[in-house]
């Protein structure tokens, strides 16, 4: 039980690349997050995914796009890497949405924007 | 702006004594959640508390909610290297679920 999977674990780019963050979890959870951690601010939620075939902006959602792929997988894209987006991402998932359920993460990926 | 405040943001301690993070919402939170994240981790799981005045215990850690549901604290007794790490409160005060700043915790031998 692979819990929640991330990948890459790593990544640089270059300021205008594109890249996707993908993420995947078995436990069969109805919802699925995407934060962001910054030294100092805490992990704040990039986009959401309450239940499959929905997703909902969170406090930061500028310059990201989402899709919930299949109930299992939620990936995070980036359309031009700006190095203000240079941070570690978390992808997470709980059974259902919001407060009331434990959040299970993935290990993080870890981005450079150069 | 950040909905759950948490203080400290750093905190030192010596290899035996106690510890204290407290978090922190202008509005009521429905219940609230903590979690532990290890140096170079991700955030794990350690308790939730739903009711008003909720005292709930694991080992050394003590976790409260306050009466108004406004606040949570979490408090480590004898702290042990093992205990390093960066605590968060997780809250929602409205209909998304935020998370507090987290207070970082070093533990020196």
């Known amino acids: 039980n692979a819990g929640v999977t991330q990948t890459p674990k790593f990544q640089v780019l270059k300021t205008g690349q594109s890249m996707t963050l993908q993420c995947a979890q078995d436990?069969?959870?109805?919802?699925m997050y995407w934060y962001r951690q910054d030294p100092g601010m805490g992990l704040r939620l990039i986009y959401y995914?309450?239940?499959?075939?929905?997703?909902d902006k969170g406090e930061v959602p500028n310059g990201y796009n989402v899709s919930r792929l299949n109930k299992r997988e939620f990936s995070l894209r980036l359309e031009s890497a700006a190095p203000s987006q240079t941070s570690v991402y978390f992808c997470?998932?709980?059974?259902?949405?919001?407060?009331?359920?434990?959040?299970?993460f993935g290990q993080g990926t870890r981005l450079t924007v150069v | 702006g950040q909905q759950v405040m948490q203080i400290p943001q750093y905190q030192h301690v010596q290899e035996g004594e106690d510890f204290t993070t407290y978090c922190n919402s202008s509005?009521?939170?429905?219940?609230i959640q903590w979690y532990k994240q290890r140096p170079g981790g991700h955030p794990v799981f350690l308790i939730q508390?739903?009711?008003?005045?909720e005292v709930k215990k694991q080992k050394r850690l003590t976790f409260q909610f306050g009466e108004a549901k406004k606040n949570s604290s979490l408090h480590i007794t004898a702290t042990q290297t093992t205990d390093v790490g960066t605590y968060f409160c997780?809250?929602?005060?409205?209909?998304?679920?935020?998370f507090g700043t987290g207070t970082s915790l070093t533990v020196i031998p």
């Open positions: 997470a998932s709980s059974e259902s949405y919001g407060s009331g359920t434990e959040a299970f």
């Open positions: 508390l739903v009711k008003s005045g």
């Open positions: 509005t009521t939170l429905s219940n």
């Open positions: 436990m069969n959870h109805n919802s």
């Open positions: 995914s309450a239940s499959e075939g929905t997703t």
């Open positions: 997780a809250g929602a005060p409205g209909n998304q679920f935020y």
